[in-house]
């Protein structure tokens, strides 16, 4: 019997519709505004510096129609762009910016059986999150991307439950990427945020939700770390270390808490992927591009190069996301 292709599903896919912006344009809220800069769209939020230029790229529907084919990828999971959570805006002005980011997303989608969208939601306000999250399930969207920078709040915060367990309840699978509401200065160079910068948010963030106990509390909460983890699987012995230190405030089972998060293929190196299937199993890896930024040029390729076994690597590309995100059913 000859063995069913599956599909190549990419998790990791940022996109800000045109209509957002039109929404944004004609005064959606009036806390939002966006400006056309030399260099893309400036969206400004309050509380914040002014967005980076976002790139044409962000908002060519035909590009992320068209870029998936060309890398050899069957089905993306098209996310919010992360420096527009709105995660300072006031409650009424996020509840209206959540809920038309979100529709504009799962519009954009809509029709296209290659796009499948994956909602944000207003964590600074968690109770009107976890109803973001239901509203968005309902509008088709299979998972939610947040941000790790919250503020007040740490990926621990006992405030952030009901979005856990909407998104469990759902089985909506987040996917947490490394955020900033303050660049640090010393990462405003040579391009440190992104090249080397957004580690520590990931490891902070992620090692607050396991020394939480969250991720046991809810058997059906999946969380994907973006970025493969930013360095969380290579600092795994120190987290446990840490809580026989007595020093982590909990008594949640630190092991079995780390081995319930996922992880994306974000990382530009064949050989740290094969790391990663060494220490976590592939049955825990998902393919990301991160598109439409330049990280990843070839991210089936890179899979492929990691030589993996052939199941390890049908479950990395695709079979894993089919089953967290529900798809094919």
């Not at 019997?1 to 800000?16: K, Q, S």
């Not at 360095?231 to 987290?239: D, T």
Request: charged letters at 20%.
């Amino acid at each position: 019997m000859t063995a069913v292709a599956l599909p190549v599903i990419d998790v990791h896919v940022h996109f800000i519709p045109d209509s957002l912006v039109a929404a944004v344009e004609k005064g959606l809220t009036p806390s939002v505004s966006v400006e056309t800069g030399p260099a893309g769209l400036v969206f400004s939020f309050p509380g914040m510096a002014p967005s980076p230029p976002a790139q044409a790229a962000l908002h060519d529907s035909a590009l992320l129609l068209t870029s998936g084919t060309t890398a050899g990828i069957d089905l993306r999971l098209v996310g919010p762009w992360t420096d527009l959570l709105g995660y300072t805006l006031p409650e009424r002005d996020a509840s209206s910016w959540t809920r038309a980011y979100n529709e504009s997303l799962a519009a954009s989608c809509a029709g296209h059986p290659g796009l499948v969208p994956v909602a944000t939601a207003p964590l600074q306000f968690p109770e009107l999150a976890a109803r973001e999250v239901e509203e968005a399930h309902h509008m088709g969207c299979r998972g939610l991307m947040i941000g790790t920078d919250i503020p007040g709040l740490g990926f621990d915060s006992p405030s952030l439950e009901p979005v856990w367990e909407a998104a469990a309840g759902l089985g909506m699978p987040v996917i947490a990427h490394p955020t900033f509401l303050v660049i640090p200065p010393r990462l405003r160079r040579r391009g440190l945020k992104n090249a080397v910068g957004r580690a520590e948010p990931a490891l902070v963030a992620l090692t607050e939700l396991v020394y939480s106990g969250a991720l046991l509390r809810h058997p059906q909460l999946s969380v994907i770390a973006a970025m493969g983890g930013g360095g969380l699987v290579s600092f795994a012995g120190r987290i446990v270390r840490n809580h026989q230190l007595g020093w982590s405030d909990t008594d949640v089972d630190v092991s079995a808490s780390l081995d319930r998060l996922y992880f994306d293929t974000c990382l530009d190196d064949s050989t740290h992927l094969r790391y990663l299937v060494s220490r976590v199993g592939a049955h825990r890896l998902l393919l990301g591009s991160d598109h439409p930024f330049p990280w990843e040029p070839d991210p089936v390729g890179k899979v492929r190069r990691a030589n993996l076994e052939p199941e390890e690597h049908a479950a990395v590309v695709g079979g894993n996301a089919r089953e967290l995100f529900h798809l094919g059913r």
